[in-house]
């Protein structure tokens, strides 16, 4: 069970990424397609791993290269994104 957390945790993280670095453009009205495209899909991998890991008995994971390559990509992104605020 804490692959299946780790594994939509850091999908989580790394949907919540995608949508936070393209919100302050849409709030000041410059729409392009790469951040309204941004903005839709950190969304939607927000909703759709936390529906899978809620509803799912026994939620989809990815072998051991697989979950290490999601949680590294998001913890990478979640710095990323903090060193780009400063």
């Known amino acids: 069970m804490e ?8 999908l989580v993280v790394s949907g919540g990424v995608l949508a936070a670095v393209s919100l302050p453009s849409l709030i000041a009205g410059e729409f392009s397609v790469s951040g309204v495209l941004m903005a839709v899909g950190g969304v939607g991998m927000v909703l759709a791993a936390t529906y899978e890991q809620l509803t799912a008995d026994d939620p989809a994971v990815p072998e051991t290269p697989g979950l290490v390559i999601v949680a590294v990509f998001a913890a990478l992104a979640l710095v990323a994104w903090g060193i780009s605020l400063l």
């Open 3 to 10: 692959r299946a957390l780790l594994y939509h945790a850091s």
